[in-house]
């Protein structure tokens, strides 16, 4: 089974940066892709951004240019690098990862317990 854990959440002005964390624990598995989702205040879960195999990324159009995604392998970690920041960007954003476990084809996904972002002045 796999574990996530977020960090570098927090409390922000518009304009300015925070770089999240989350490190993925456990044993047996192989991670095929991690990414970030968000919750914004009484909307549901939305994509933030997503590192697939490969080099391949995926981002929600609103965060373009602004949000970097980004894995180290070797540490089974995933970074959201989040500049530019709007208020519009304040939510609770959750790490995402899918695993295959060792010696099976059988995927799952998990999810890490949140960190909240909050960007006003």
């Known amino acids: 089974q796999v574990q996530l854990v977020e960090s570098g959440g927090g409390l922000v002005q518009p304009g300015g940066s925070l770089r999240l964390s989350c490190a993925a624990s456990?044993?047996?598995?192989?991670?095929?892709?991690m990414g970030w989702f968000r919750q914004p205040p009484g909307k549901e879960r939305e994509l933030v951004a997503v590192?697939?195999?490969?080099?391949?990324?995926n981002y929600r159009d609103s965060v373009k240019g602004r949000f970097t995604i980004s894995r180290d392998t070797d540490k089974n970690t995933v970074y959201l690098q989040m500049n530019s920041l709007k208020p519009e960007d304040t939510a609770v954003y959750y790490c995402?990862?899918?695993?295959?476990?060792?010696?099976?084809?059988?995927?799952?996904?998990?999810w890490g317990q949140g960190t909240q972002v909050t960007v006003s002045s």
């Open positions: 995402n990862a899918n695993a295959v476990r060792t010696g099976t084809s059988l995927l799952n996904t998990y």
């Open positions: 456990g044993s047996g598995f192989s991670i095929s892709a």
């Open positions: 590192s697939g195999r490969g080099s391949s990324t």
